[in-house]
């Protein structure tokens, strides 16, 4: 089928030019030596029947996926409702990153620390040159040169990834900025991470291809010293676009660790108040926390704007002044699509009009997709993730509750146009949440950067009956970073302190803070409306910054005083006011017991200003208690 896609003025260039893609297995002359010979080893091991050096235009892009509509692994949504857009049907069992299958290969066990699956690298490597001997063969391996970061930004990093995934190859070209103009910036000087990816499925011996090809056998590994990524038997999200999980924060924290900046799993917000004074925010929250709505926040209060930078991801890097500044380093969105609709997040419903893949959600009778949560109305009927048909009293989900879509960030409504700013903007407040029914208050100040870095090693939420384990018990997530930390846990934080005595000498370190949407009452109830009504806490943040709100001191930091917040028409009543931000010395004292037995967990690592932290926090709610 021919397609003429409808395309507004925000649509990225994707489908526009035609195709003329390089099907042989020569460089293009532009490829930096290093780069080729690289290539020819990998090639040389994994044994593919072709070598495609991707240029990452629209042209390529328009073939690839129209070969992938010829071979089952896309179905093409209907243009008159999802323009140039897909749905990808997932192999069942590879739907989601596999942390057990996640490894930091460092030479030494103690620099991956007690939250990592470490590996022996000269355990790994010979494991990991067997899985990919001949890997490729009967396929095409895609060599992908892509940015992290505007290209040419001093904030940002080069890498090449091959594949003989062709959905890796078309979701990388939405995810970063990927093809030739990446691949000039290889020079022979220029620093660059290489990141190996097979979905392990050789077709051998008369073998046909599925829509879908994986192994059961996965690895994903990491080598922090050379930095160097081999994923081997996935295709889904973080395990096969290593640009992202893999790249843009395991590798990421061990380089920003060495040069002195941080890569880290946050979001970026740009945030303009009623006086139109600019400000940014980078937060960072564990998965299920909503995220994605956060950075696409419409506020609900009168002349504040909330402006879309990043939504997972920020480089933070001290200028020339001092000055912390953040580039996104990605160029979409791989967004989790149940949840999503117009009440939760309409930005994000808006972002996907067209040009974008879908993974593992329902397909309409009309050729459009659903999910969960995008209609309070649901569809009659219609053909659930694994291909089977379903209806509302099939007692199954539609959408695989870790369903995707994956679209340019370039297309959202929301983004602001400093976004791709290659120098970055300034960051003026840094945020930590989770998901705690209880304990933890709707926001407080950090007292300083020591006692922000404590409350972001201490992130934690609590399990939902979706995730394995008990119910209520604490998942800890220090800074959202524990599957992300590429080092020790315990040395990260010391290199969090290290900056903020760098940002702290040039009086310019961010504030930092602490929010939780999700305080229940003792009756089971949300004690916060959340959603777009989160701005009311963002705009007592950046007044905070401001020097215009006041603060009360609670052992846990400084909330807001009474009447501190607008809560005009929320509802909220003066007893769940004052819950949102009741301290329990009791329960605090409880949760300080588990956090020291956590921190015991990292030895002489960890940093003693957070042992001093702990017990200051101690200190103070031992007052509180006897008051
Ligand atoms: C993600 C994650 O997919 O954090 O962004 O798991
Ligand atoms: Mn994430």
């Avoid at 949840?339 to 009778?365: C, E, H, M």
């Avoid at 219609?382 to 007692?395: F, I, K, P």
């Avoid at 900056?499 to 009756?523: C, E, Y």
Wanted: include cysteine; charge should be negative.
């Amino acid at each position: 089928m021919t397609l003429t896609p409808t395309r507004s003025s925000s649509a990225p260039a994707k489908a526009l030019a035609a195709p003329h893609p390089r099907e042989d297995n020569s460089p293009p002359a532009s490829a930096d030596a290093r780069v080729v010979a690289w290539v020819e080893s990998i090639a040389a091991l994994t044994k593919p029947d072709s070598v495609v050096w991707c240029d990452g235009s629209a042209g390529e892009y328009d073939r690839l996926t129209r070969a992938m509509v010829d071979s089952g692994t896309l179905i093409r949504l209907n243009p008159e409702h999802r323009p140039y857009s897909f749905l990808a049907r997932s192999d069942p069992s590879d739907v989601a990153r596999v942390e057990a299958r996640t490894f930091i290969c460092s030479e030494h066990e103690d620099d991956a620390g007690p939250t990592n699956n470490w590996r022996d690298p000269a355990e790994m490597r010979p494991v990991l040159a067997k899985l990919f001997d001949g890997s490729m063969r009967g396929r095409t391996m895609y060599v992908i040169p892509f940015s992290m970061g505007p290209l040419g930004s001093p904030l940002a990093k080069l890498g090449v990834q091959v594949t003989d995934s062709p959905y890796v190859v078309a979701s990388m070209g939405i995810m970063t900025r990927m093809g030739t103009a990446a691949l000039e910036l290889i020079t022979a000087d220029t620093e660059w991470v290489p990141a190996v990816h097979s979905v392990g499925a050789p077709l051998v011996d008369g073998a046909v291809d599925v829509p879908w090809p994986c192994n059961e056998t996965k690895y994903i590994s990491h080598f922090p010293e050379t930095r160097e990524i081999w994923s081997f038997g996935s295709a889904y999200g973080g395990n096969a676009l290593l640009a992202k999980k893999s790249f843009a924060l395991r590798i990421a924290s061990v380089i920003a660790r060495d040069e002195g900046w941080l890569a880290e799993h946050m979001l970026i917000l740009k945030v303009t108040n009623p006086r139109g004074r600019v400000f940014h925010v980078a937060a960072a929250f564990p998965s299920a926390c909503g995220k994605t709505n956060l950075a696409m926040l419409t506020p609900s209060i009168p002349g504040w704007t909330v402006e879309t930078i990043g939504d997972d991801i920020a480089w933070l890097k001290p200028d020339a002044d001092g000055r912390l500044r953040a580039i996104n380093p990605e160029a979409g969105f791989f967004g989790v699509a149940p949840g999503t609709g117009p009440s939760t997040n309409a930005t994000a419903v808006d972002t996907l009009w067209g040009n974008a893949i879908f993974t593992n959600v329902a397909l309409r009778d009309d050729g459009d997709v659903w999910w969960e949560g995008l209609t309070d109305k649901i569809p009659e009927h219609l053909v659930d993730w694994q291909g089977n048909d379903w209806t509302a009293s099939s007692g199954s989900l539609a959408a695989h509750p870790n369903s995707r879509f994956t679209v340019a960030a370039a297309q959202c409504p929301s983004i602001s146009s400093d976004w791709d700013d290659p120098h970055g903007v300034v960051i003026d407040a840094i945020i930590f949440g989770g998901r705690r029914a209880s304990n933890v208050p709707l926001v407080v100040e950090a007292r300083d950067w020591e006692h922000g870095v404590y409350i972001g090693a201490t992130v934690s939420s609590e399990r939902t009956a979706a995730a394995e384990g008990t119910v209520g018990e604490l998942r800890r997530d220090p800074f959202a970073m524990m599957p992300f930390c590429g080092y020790n846990m315990a040395d990260y934080w010391s290199h969090w302190l290290e900056m903020g005595a760098k940002l702290r000498a040039t009086g310019t370190a961010p504030r930092i803070f602490q929010v939780n949407w999700f305080r229940k009452s003792n009756d089971g109830s949300f004690l916060w409306p959340g959603f777009a009504e989160n701005s009311r806490v963002l705009a007592w943040i950046l007044d905070r910054v401001d020097g215009r709100a006041a603060g009360a001191d609670t052992p846990l930091g400084w909330k807001p005083v009474a009447d501190g917040i607008d809560t005009e028409g929320l509802g909220v009543t003066a007893s769940q006011w004052e819950q949102l931000f009741a301290v329990d010395p009791e329960a605090w004292l409880a949760e300080l017991e588990s956090t020291e037995e956590f921190f015991a967990g990292f030895g002489d690592r960890l940093p003693e200003a957070l042992t001093a932290q702990l017990a200051d926090i101690r200190r103070r709610l031992k007052l509180a208690r006897e008051n």
